[in-house]
């Protein structure tokens, strides 16, 4: 025990400090016993009686500093060192130290409960900012909607939960499921289950507000929801993923029995992590839509593979005027025969304009020339409906267009061709002459009336007919750049292809072109071939099935 006389030194020394402070304050000397204490200390820590041992009465924290203010000596002033901070019961308090020379200390406890309630919910609401800014930016790193699901699942399982689902929206009673557990990978399975069996599940996937946690009974979760070796659930969370206009589906939290049920301020950032990752997940699913709408369109908007039809060959080849375009103004067809012997129709044409907005009109000159294949035989009269039809439609576009009529006559192909305002089609013969069509015509939709005139003509086997359009005579290029390809170099190319396929003619013209261009801006570009090959004629086996031609 500490004399009298020594407590009633320490009381002078200290005296304005411990009677007149409204905060504790404690001095213990050297040994480790405490000297003296206000009342203020004494509320705080009533065991910490003049005469006891520090280490005794007073938090370990609190003892370990004493010991280490005094190794550290005396200090000039009486808050040098930066506070400790420690619990005393369930407040949190800063100890200021003063270090006297007779070796005594004083110790100032002033209650920073408030305090360090409020750095740390700053502290918490940074790292949920941080969270949910990189959650953000990972969830919108990829327009896949599995992947999205995924990201979603395992962010929430690694963050809010100790498991998270992610159930995408059916038009069934089979639910896509995304299931992850904290440390693991997600998995997918689907559920045939009816979601209003689960309180608060049929609501949130119909985008209603979400039920809170404490309506849901942990213990009636369903086997599909609870995760293999996941254990007795203690906590429910689920709520809706809002998406653009329509749900993207719902998110469901578990949390372990024994575990921490989940806080009103947990439950509100959940459905701000909710709305950020419905948010990526209604734009991944947006995006897929739109890009199945899209393959769809391209396909009734790209040229169709040529084939041999009855004996004759044919063959193209389409660029766009943009590389990273799939369709444009330049088109072609080939409407075989509805009748075997009467001749195929085949339709090559140059949209004014280029990119998406031509390959509109392109797809509606292609559906009025189909429906027009009845008046295949009179070319004069599908143009002239043609032109009538542009001329009453709101577009402002023209169309150049050539009509070829083909029909396998003993070894040679009998043709019909006629231009309406574009590149008359060029004939290669046999020999390597190449002969220009003598068929002439007025471009369609420009004008009241367009005529053309039709010139017939046989190819023999091994010649074929060429159909093109400007984009490949006018593709500017060459060594020096600037200098168009040209009719007269395409002749040249097509002389050298004398007797081969159709299919190489094309490929040939297409690669000389393109070398022409180079990486320089050019027009759509379209080619098709037709040709009589060299075959011979087979009957029918039966007699009554037709015939075919082979090599």
């Known amino acids: 025990m500490v004399s009298t006389q020594a407590q009633t030194g320490a009381g002078t020394e200290y005296g304005s400090l411990w009677s007149d402070a409204p905060y504790p304050v404690l001095v213990a000397d050297a040994q480790g016993s405490v000297v003296l204490r206000n009342n203020a200390a004494g509320t705080l820590l009533p065991a910490a009686r003049p005469g006891t041992r520090l ?26 060192d930066a506070p400790l901070t420690g619990p005393i019961g369930e407040r949190s308090f800063e100890a200021h130290a003063g270090v006297r020379p007779d070796g005594t200390v004083a110790w100032w406890l002033v209650d920073d409960t408030d305090h360090a309630l409020a750095r740390e919910a700053l502290h918490l609401e940074r790292n949920r900012t941080a969270f949910l800014s990189e959650a953000s930016s990972t969830l919108l790193s990829s327009l896949n909607l599995g992947r999205c699901m995924d990201v979603t699942a395992q962010l929430a399982a690694e963050h809010l939960a100790d498991a998270a689902l992610v159930i995408a929206p059916t038009h069934g009673r089979r639910l896509p499921v995304v299931t992850c557990l904290r440390g693991g990978s997600p998995t997918l399975s689907h559920e045939s289950v009816d979601p209003n069996e689960v309180p608060g599940l049929g609501e949130a996937l119909r985008g209603f507000p979400p039920v809170p946690s404490r309506w849901i009974d942990p213990s009636a979760a369903p086997d599909w929801m609870v995760p293999e070796g996941f254990g007795p659930v203690g906590s429910i969370v689920i709520t809706p993923l809002p998406g653009h206009g329509v749900p993207a589906g719902a998110l469901v939290l ?27 997940m209604s ?4 995006y897929a839509e739109q890009t199945s709408i899209t393959d769809v369109l391209m396909r009734e908007l790209l040229p169709p593979s040529l084939h041999q039809i009855s004996g004759v060959d044919y063959a193209g080849g389409y660029r766009p005027s943009a590389d990273h375009e799939r369709i444009g103004g330049d088109f072609y067809d080939v409407h075989p025969a509805a009748v075997e012997g009467e001749a195929s129709l085949v339709t090559l044409g140059d949209v004014c304009g280029k990119g998406l907005e031509a390959a509109v009109l392109t797809g509606k000159i292609r559906n009025t020339l189909h429906a027009l294949l009845p008046l295949a035989d009179d070319h004069q009269r599908m143009i002239s409906l043609l032109n009538t039809a542009l001329l009453n439609s709101h577009h402002t576009r023209f169309v150049t267009l050539v009509l070829a009529s083909a029909v396998r006559e003993g070894s040679g192909v009998s043709l019909r061709l006629t231009s309406a305002g574009h590149p008359p089609p060029l004939i290669v013969r046999a020999s390597g002459v190449v002969e220009e069509a003598e068929t002439r015509g007025t471009l369609v939709g420009a004008m009241p009336k367009a005529p053309a005139r039709t010139t017939v003509l046989t190819l023999a086997p091994g010649e074929s007919c060429v159909l093109y359009t400007d984009g490949i005579t006018e593709a500017e290029g060459g060594p020096m750049g600037g200098v168009q390809f040209g009719e007269a170099r395409l002749r040249r190319v097509l002389a050298e292809c004398a007797g081969m396929p159709s299919e190489s003619i094309v490929e040939r013209v297409q ?13 759509d570009m379209a080619v098709v071939v037709i040709s009589a090959p060299r075959t011979h004629h087979l009957s029918a086996v039966d007699g009554h099935t037709r015939g075919r031609f082979t090599a």
């Open 283 to 286: 734009a991944a699913r947006l």
């Open 254 to 280: 578990l949390r372990r029995s024994g575990g921490a049920a989940f806080t009103d301020s947990e439950e509100v950032f959940a459905r701000l992590f909710a709305a950020r990752a419905g948010a990526a």
């Open 511 to 523: 690669m000389l072109a393109s070398q022409w261009i180079g990486t320089g801006r050019h027009d």
């Open 55 to 80: 280490g005794d009465v007073v938090p370990a924290w609190l003892s370990t500093a004493h010991d280490a203010a005094l190794a550290a000596g005396p200090r000039t002033g009486r808050d040098t």
